[in-house]
């Protein structure tokens, strides 16, 4: 951090005096090489204005020698040969000749791949994403169509590697899935934003987009989906950030920002995630050490900033109003306040850094709990959770705190059972529409547009008799004369209906797959994922079946890192932030130090 700081202090001096350290006297002509008399010189007058020891100067200095001299010698390359060089920022247990950034040549009209390729060769790291301007590249696009360009910069975020004694089919099913990881997030939440509520609440999981106390809000159907994907992404990556895994982490989070991106801007700036989201991708980025590398953290943070100005108000009095408190939402101002310092330091404003540090702290002392009062409410039943986000709320008062838990508990029953009340209703005269002849899918389209009334949803599946007009077939009696005639044999009408499926509706070769397996069809003459009457989407998934077992795998995998408590984003113990407290504090302690 310290040497991004004089870089900085230094860049902004050779500007001002219009000093060009990669031509004469600073750079000889031959060999390219530094011209030491005047280096020294010049390090030497610089460290008496920043007010640092001349060493450092003089290692900033030709630092920033060596990096234009390189730019200039990729720039005669690429004209001459269209190779570019490209400044890498390699992970931090990675390093080559002890410098954390390599310049590295490639064409670029070839694919990501064919470059993670090349840099497996030259650093013999296997698995990687490769990020630029805070996108993932893709592997199978080419470079130049991604907008890598010459002298662009590329980070590097490695990705866990399997254990090297798993045998040979392991290592592969391991790798596939960490590469993919993200993917199987996006396909899992999409699949869960392509439901509608309309199966059983008790088998099928099911997501709703709710405000800041837990109400389901009404959204758009396509910028709701891309909410659910981005918000499912959102917190896979903050469970990963726990785990302190923040490679993995930052994938996840930028692929949340993508999906973010597809929502209107109005949704965008009525709602605190997406802001969440850019404190979340900024803090990987500090965790990381690439603060000083990617150029966009000033404008994810200004994001954050504004969004929040909107979504809470200019005195947080929004907040006030629909929450009845503003205490918990305090820790995103922390962080925020935080991160803004470290930047102004980097950028060589000590005083900003400093006066933001300063009001970070006083956050920081109000959020801190007493113990004492933690263990009086622990001791009331209440979790560890709900304690800190309760005294957090009511300013560290008990018996505020405890009295605001419990009623949180019990809105958030009453809104559970409401929405469950609610979802059984719409199942049961969903039920009861396909028990007159028509279709799941017609059934849950009518009752949308019927806004959950029963018999209106029936007038208009009556009404739009013309399906070329309405896109929505009459009762399909035949089939279900069919279904009653072999249901009136005694068979289940669930097997009947697969029967029926599996043969084209034909009733004697129905029947007499039934007959010879015991009234059930054997699951080995059934698709892979067969629509049934308990799992059918009434929605236009890439399955076929949202039952079908890879679906219900990726989302049970995705649900994992859904928090139980929708005020989860606000929990945390302040231990990192404590911990990056101290570090500005030292940056610029030393600061301090070394000029007076």
């Known amino acids: 951090m310290d040497e991004q700081h004089i870089q900085s202090k230094l860049v902004a001096l050779l500007k001002e005096e219009k000093i060009q350290l990669w031509n004469p006297p600073f750079t000889t002509t031959d060999t390219n090489e530094a011209g030491p008399e005047h280096m020294q010189e010049l390090a030497v007058r610089y460290s008496q204005v920043v007010a640092f020891p001349q060493v450092d100067v003089e290692v900033a200095l030709e630092n920033i020698r060596s990096q234009a001299v390189k730019k200039g010698e990729g720039n005669k390359t690429y004209r001459e040969t269209n190779i570019a060089t490209l400044e890498l920022k390699l992970p931090k247990d990675i390093k080559k000749d002890n410098k954390k950034i390599h310049y590295f040549e490639t064409k670029l009209d070839i694919t990501t791949q064919d470059l993670m390729n090349k840099i ?20 199978d696009k080419r470079l130049d169509e991604q907008n890598v360009r010459n002298n662009s910069r590329v980070m590097i975020l490695k990705v866990s590697e399997p254990e090297a004694k798993k045998a040979m089919v392991e290592v592969e099913e391991k790798k596939r899935l960490q590469l993919e990881s993200s993917q199987r997030t996006q396909k899992g939440f ?8 309309s199966e059983d609440p008790a088998t099928t999981p099911f997501l709703e987009i709710a405000d800041q106390k837990g109400n389901p809000i009404q959204i758009p159907l396509a910028e709701k989906k891309a909410l659910i994907v981005a918000m499912g992404c959102h917190e896979k990556g903050r469970a990963l950030m726990k785990r302190k895994e923040y ?3 930052l994938c996840h989070l930028l692929l949340a920002d993508e999906q973010f991106n597809k929502c209107g801007s109005t949704l965008l700036n009525t709602v605190d995630n997406y802001a969440v989201l850019q404190l979340d991708i900024v803090w990987c980025y500090c965790a990381l050490e690439a603060l000083p590398y990617l150029n966009d953290c000033k404008q994810r943070l200004q994001k954050a900033e504004d969004c929040f100005l909107k979504c809470y108000g200019e005195k947080q009095q929004r907040l006030q109003q629909i929450k009845g408190n503003t205490g918990g939402e305090e820790v995103l101002f922390l962080r925020l306040y935080l991160l803004q310092s470290l930047l102004f330091y980097l950028d060589g404003y000590e005083k900003e850094a400093a006066r933001t540090l300063e009001k970070a702290e006083d956050l920081y002392s109000q959020l801190c709990l007493d113990p004492e009062k933690m263990t009086q409410l622990m001791s009331m039943g209440f979790s560890e959770q709900e304690t800190r986000l309760g005294l957090r709320a009511c300013r560290g008062n008990v018996e505020e705190a405890a009295l605001h838990i419990s009623q949180r508990r019990n809105e958030r029953e009453e809104i559970k059972q409401r929405e469950r009340k609610k979802r059984r209703r719409r199942l049961e005269s969903i039920n009861t529409l396909v028990e007159l002849g028509y279709s799941k899918k017609e059934a849950a ?50 097997a009947v ?7 084209g509706d034909d009733v004697a070769q129905a029947t007499q797959i039934l007959l010879d397996n015991q009234g059930q069809v054997p699951p080995e003459l059934l698709s ?26 990726l989302v049970n995998e995705v649900l994992e890192d859904i928090p139980r408590h929708e005020e989860d984003y606000l929990d ?17 302690e030393r600061r301090s130090t070394s000029s007076t």
């Open 572 to 588: 945390v113990t302040l231990e990192e932030e404590g911990e990056l407290i101290a570090q500005i504090k030292s940056y610029l």
């Open 120 to 139: 497996t060769g030259e650093f013999d790291l296997k698995y990687m994403k490769l990020i630029l301007n805070g996108k993932a590249l893709s592997p």
């Open 247 to 249: 490679d993995a982490a």
């Open 497 to 503: 209906e697969a029967a029926l499926r599996l043969v």
């Open 445 to 494: 389209k009518a009752l949308h547009k019927a806004d959950g009334d029963l018999d209106e949803a029936y007038r208009l599946l009556l009404d739009l008799s013309e399906a070329s007009s309405s896109g929505m077939s009459q009762p399909d009696t035949g089939r279900q004369t069919k279904v009653d005639q072999l249901a009136y044999l005694g068979f289940q009408r669930e």
């Open 190 to 197: 999409q699949i869960l934003s392509e439901r509608d509520g």
């Open 528 to 553: 892979p994922s067969p629509p049934s009457s308990s799992s059918e989407e009434p929605s236009t998934s890439d399955s076929t079946a949202s039952g079908s077992s890879l679906d219900a795998d």
